[in-house]
């Protein structure tokens, strides 16, 4: 399996990762999953779905944390495979399960979750508007839509976002926090639900410049590698070295936010009287 150069050398970052099995994160990592396990009350009665589920870390690490049940879909074949594994090794098997899915096409009824969870990967969906009328038609109304997105916060060189476009298989946008709060609140079929804006934090990248090497190395420190031949192994631990340098100079000029979306009944009155926190 992708043993030879042209292959190798054709990999976006979403198939690398399935080989390297890399745990793929959230923006935020365990830290964003225990901000939104506090802040949706997600605890053991929640049923929470996945957006994108990749190699598993959310949702295995939610379950573990709160003991909810979570489903998690994906598009890759061999993400899910990873996950299922992940799973089991974690104790949670019972809790979580991992389908192939679209995350414009959700294999389950109205209103079957109590949480859906998007991080960033409706970045990557054409129509972004479809992918959430369906995260939310599969949406309790009470129920909370978690969406972590990556935008930023200055303007990145051209050439930048091209190298990142490239990695990912999709063209990058340079979308500010306001594009997504917008693209959620705009896409709720307004006639049926409303859903409003409950909790924001948002957050700045570190750079990672002198960590790269030392990461890349403990990422292809893992058993199931020894599988390829040295040469292979070596085309494969370039390739994600060079994805790293290049996510990493891309976030220098970028943030996230966790961003949790009520769905209601009716639209709320607007506050007048906020506040802010004494320092």
Not at 15 to 20: A, C, D, N, T
Request: aromatic share 12%; with cysteine.
């Amino acid at each position: 399996m992708f043993m030879n150069s042209f292959n190798i050398d054709e990999l976006d970052y979403s198939k690398l990762v399935s080989i390297v099995k890399e745990r793929n994160r959230p923006s935020g990592g365990i830290k964003t999953v225990h901000e939104v396990a506090v802040n949706a009350f997600v605890d053991s009665s929640k049923k929470m779905l996945e957006i994108g589920s990749n190699t598993g870390f959310t949702s295995v690490n939610m379950s573990l944390l709160t003991g909810c049940d979570v489903t998690g879909i994906d598009i890759n074949q061999g993400s899910v495979d990873e996950s299922i594994a992940y799973a089991k090794r974690n104790g949670v098997e019972k809790n979580t399960k991992f389908q192939v899915a679209s995350a414009t096409e959700i294999p389950f009824d109205d209103k079957y979750f109590d949480i859906v969870w998007s991080s960033n990967v409706t970045s990557f969906i054409d129509d972004k508007s479809a992918a959430i009328r369906e995260y939310l038609r599969v949406l309790k109304v009470g129920g909370i839509l978690v969406v972590v997105p990556i935008y930023y916060h200055s303007e990145p060189p051209a050439d930048v976002i091209r190298s990142v476009s490239k990695a990912i298989g999709a063209e990058v946008k340079v979308w500010d926090e306001k594009f997504w709060i917008d693209q959620v609140q705009k896409s709720a079929p307004q006639d049926e639900n409303f859903v409003q804006l409950i909790y924001k934090s948002s957050y700045r990248y570190d750079d990672k410049s002198d960590s790269v090497s030392s990461y890349v190395d403990e990422i292809f420190n893992k058993e199931h590698l020894i599988a390829y031949s040295d040469e292979a192994k070596m085309m494969l631990k370039n390739r994600y070295a060079k994805y790293m340098d290049i996510f990493n100079t891309n976030l220098q000029y970028a943030q996230y936010s966790v961003l949790l979306f009520q769905k209601r009944n009716e639209a709320e009155e607007v506050e007048l009287f906020t506040t802010k926190k004494n320092n």
